[in-house]
């Protein structure tokens, strides 16, 4: 039998502001090591034997990200499926079943968190076998991590019965909502409960049966969603109002917890959703003070603290179990065990229409990045990569001028009626109101610094002429 991995790369992961945000969230970031956390999610399971090409199932705004993510480390996806909109794990999950039935019908689903680690990668390899042997006798599989102590931020898996040829395979008793710290003590002094994963295996057939059974209207959604899907450059897009008129639910509420196929395995694989700042800590190797330090930073007496530094140089002093985190734009000091109220931070920033929930003040487009590097009254300074190759949209604004500097590289450029090169050192007017474009036609990435004036410089005052990437 086939397994598909089906990657589940939503979310906006706000409980590791300032770092993840809407338009950059943690499982495309590179929190533990040199690769994305969406990347080792592929690189973990790429190699082994019977396991095919993965299924991404993400936002419309991270396609571009995704897909460069993916062939920076070598790999063509089954599909990148599109959500319109966020609805939940059930039917994420559900479309890509449905996706799958259509080309691989005795598939079977190997689903996963795009943002979580798993350390023990061959315990892991070993896990997944069994399971898929339960799946392959119609069971829904779930993963129950070995808990290493009470912990109070997850779920938790009552094991029932043996369920197949394994003493890790077991019927699933009942599933209990995160517990207080006592009962979660009980829990773990018991043996007989292990933390929900979120991680799963299932054939795509038995899915969409239970999820037809007990929730239709999902179901149906979802299947009309992958019938009436259509194909974007690379991408699937997802019937839009199918998809969007889905309800929304996890597919512990949805299916889980109310067939009577779940089985659970038990894994011992060094796991973590790294929900906070302290779990991102508590899975990176710590210095002799128990300090986890990346970038520039002097720490002195300090101990049992996280401190990352991105764009700066930073000092901290006599502190001891803080978290320190610095971006361009925003900076978090919190103890550890504070952490969980950053999410009130992100609140306070919607509330307050500030963009530091949304962006970082690099931000990626499908072509590069742009980078604002300084603003005031009338005028604001940006820093554009352009990659080889590509190509901003022809485009105009009715509020703003811009200057275009080239720093390196070579530049091809519309202005008007006129198109011509610019090479370093080179530099070029854009009125209000003409039409223009900017592309890198070289080997080599095309940096430029762009100086733009008038009343209004939103990033809403763009009319799009013409766009190869597709967007509005």
Not at 47 to 61: A, F, Q, R, T, Y
Not at 240 to 255: F, K, M, N, R
Request: charged share 25%.
């Amino acid at each position: 039998m086939k397994i598909y991995p089906v990657i589940l790369s939503g979310g906006s992961g706000t409980r590791l502001w300032p770092l993840s945000r809407s338009a950059l969230p943690k499982q495309l970031l590179p929190l533990v090591g040199a690769n994305t956390m969406l990347q080792e999610t592929v690189l973990r399971v790429n190699e082994w034997s019977e396991v095919m090409p993965p299924l991404i199932v993400c936002g419309n705004d991270h396609r571009f990200m995704v897909a460069e993510q993916l062939r920076q480390i070598g790999v063509t996806p089954t599909a990148i499926l599109l959500e319109p909109e966020g609805r939940n794990t059930a039917p994420a999950v559900g479309v890509a079943a449905a996706y799958l039935q259509g080309i691989a019908p005795d598939a079977v689903m190997l689903v996963l968190p795009a943002d979580h680690v798993i350390a023990d990668g061959a315990s892991f390899e070993q896990a997944v076998r069994i399971a898929t042997q339960a799946a392959a006798q119609g069971s829904l599989v779930t993963f129950g991590i070995v808990p290493t102590g009470p912990e109070t931020g997850y779920g938790y898996i009552r094991r029932g019965k043996v369920a197949a040829d394994s003493d890790r395979a077991f019927k699933v008793d009942r599933f209990v909502e995160k517990p207080d710290l006592e009962t979660a003590r009980q829990f773990v002094d018991s043996g007989e409960y292990s933390w929900n994963s979120g991680i799963f295996v299932f054939t795509a057939a038995a899915y969409l049966e239970e999820l037809r059974r007990l929730r239709p209207e999902i179901a149906a959604c979802c299947e009309k969603a992958i019938a009436e899907a259509y194909k974007d450059m690379t991408f699937c897009r997802l019937h839009e109002l199918s998809y969007a008129g889905c309800p929304s639910d996890s597919i512990d509420y949805a299916v889980m917890e109310h067939t009577d196929h779940a089985v659970v395995v038990l894994a011992d694989i060094g796991w973590s959703d790294v929900g906070s700042w302290s779990a991102l800590a508590a899975v990176q190797d710590a210095d002799e003070n128990g300090n986890v330090i990346r970038g520039d930073v002097y720490a002195e007496d300090v101990s049992g603290s996280l401190i990352r530094a991105e764009s700066r140089f930073v000092a901290v002093l006599g502190l001891d179990d803080v978290v320190v985190v610095e971006t361009k734009d925003a900076v978090l000091i919190t103890h550890k065990d504070q952490v969980q109220r950053v999410k009130n931070v992100v609140e306070h920033l919607k509330g307050s229409e500030r963009s530091e929930h949304l962006n970082h003040s690099r931000v990626y487009r499908p072509w590069g990045c742009y980078e604002s590097i300084d603003g005031g009254d009338r005028f604001q300074v940006k820093r554009i990569t352009v990659n080889p190759g590509q190509k901003l949209s022809l485009q105009m604004h009715h509020h703003r001028a811009e200057h275009w500097v080239v720093v390196t590289g070579t530049a091809r450029i519309t202005n008007g009626d006129v198109e011509k090169l610019l090479t370093e050192n080179e530099s070029i007017y854009i009125p209000i109101g003409v039409t223009h474009r900017l592309e890198n036609p070289g080997m080599v990435p095309l940096h430029l610094i762009e100086v733009q004036s008038g009343a209004y410089l939103g990033e809403d005052d763009i009319v799009r002429f013409d766009d190869v990437y597709k967007r509005a």
